[in-house]
């Protein structure tokens, strides 16, 4: 062979690197490059497997705030790892502390959709943490493996909020509230609390909780233990959470990767990216507030 049939482009040199012969002085870079760019029009040449990596890492939130986890900035991002390359499994990387229910349900639901229509199994790994919502995107996977030091859990639902009625009390401060319905000031944090409104509030995080359950029994089905406090908001340190079937195992994402499919396993990264002008003006302010509130619900797992 010679390397007549090469385009020219394809086995220049790039500057500062050494060229890496092959028998037959072909030169690898541009063989490499030239097989691969070959690869989609010759039907026997067989592709190495490609895993898609979706890097799930913060709060979730809704309205985009910082570098929050929610469904609509996710969308996008999510649809390209299961369509482009044609994968052959997906992986989620996960690192969450947890955040909104509902955009939790959002994300997983899109996930398992896609893996159901495009056939494509879904494995997660935990990271530091995949507590309360962030366990719950865990369970979009069809297993679930962690570090022996990774988090999870968490399977509860929490409001908190401050009351300031004494406070401004002591300082002369007069709270007016005008409503057409009497419920419209539910919960308000400068009014004193009143227990019908509690107990309102206790039927609504029932019912969220519940749903919380249901997703967990459902893709867990058949592997959790039978262990009353899996459901009372505790969380476990690694091997724990595998003994009481929240995760299948051990493992880390490209070990267990080469593993499964091969050395040559492809892994293609896709994670949020931050728009440039998002770093300046009033955008710096969001962003620390919002780094704040972050580092609040990473601290309650001690990270």
């Known amino acids: ?42 039907p026997f040449v067989k592709s190495p497997p490609v895993v898609a990596v979706i890097r799930l890492n913060g709060v979730i939130a809704a309205g985009g705030r910082g570098s929050s986890l929610n469904d609509i900035g996710l969308a996008t991002m999510i649809e390209r790892a299961f369509k482009r390359g044609k994968p052959t499994a997906v992986a989620l990387s996960i690192n969450s502390p947890g955040g909104s229910p509902v955009q939790s349900s959002l994300i997983s ?20 943490v995949a507590a309360s919502g962030g366990y719950w995107l865990a369970t979009a996977a069809d297993e679930i ?50 227990p019908a409104d509690v107990k ?16 967990v029994k459902s893709r867990r089905a058949g592997k959790l233990a039978d262990d009353k406090s899996l459901f009372t908001g505790e969380f476990w340190v690694g091997q724990s959470g595998v003994e009481l079937g929240l995760a299948d195992g051990i493992g880390h994402l490209v070990p267990k990767m080469k593993e499964r499919f091969g050395d040559k396993v492809r892994l293609v990264l896709y994670s949020q990216k931050r728009p440039f002008l998002t770093r300046f003006g009033s955008q710096i302010i969001e962003e620390t507030i919002y780094g704040l509130d972050e580092q609040a619900h990473f601290a309650r797992y001690g990270l």
Do not use: C
């Open 1 to 42: 062979m010679t390397l007549s049939g090469l385009p020219r482009r394809l086995v220049k040199p790039e500057p500062h690197t050494t060229q890496s012969l092959l028998p037959g002085n072909l030169v690898h870079r541009g063989l490499a490059l030239y097989i691969t760019s070959m690869k989609r029009w010759i």
């Open 109 to 128: 639901a899109r996930i398992r959709r896609l893996a159901e229509d495009k056939k494509i199994p879904v494995i997660a790994f935990v990271e530091d």
């Open 145 to 194: 493996w962690l570090d022996q030091s990774s988090i999870v859990g968490s399977i509860g639902v929490v409001s908190s909020n401050f009351g300031f009625h004494e406070f401004m009390g002591r300082h002369g401060v007069e709270r007016r509230v005008h409503t057409a319905g009497k419920s419209k000031s539910i919960l308000d944090p400068f009014q004193p609390e009143k």
């Open 200 to 215: 309102r509030l206790n039927v609504i995080l029932s019912q969220m909780h519940e749903t919380f359950i249901n997703q």
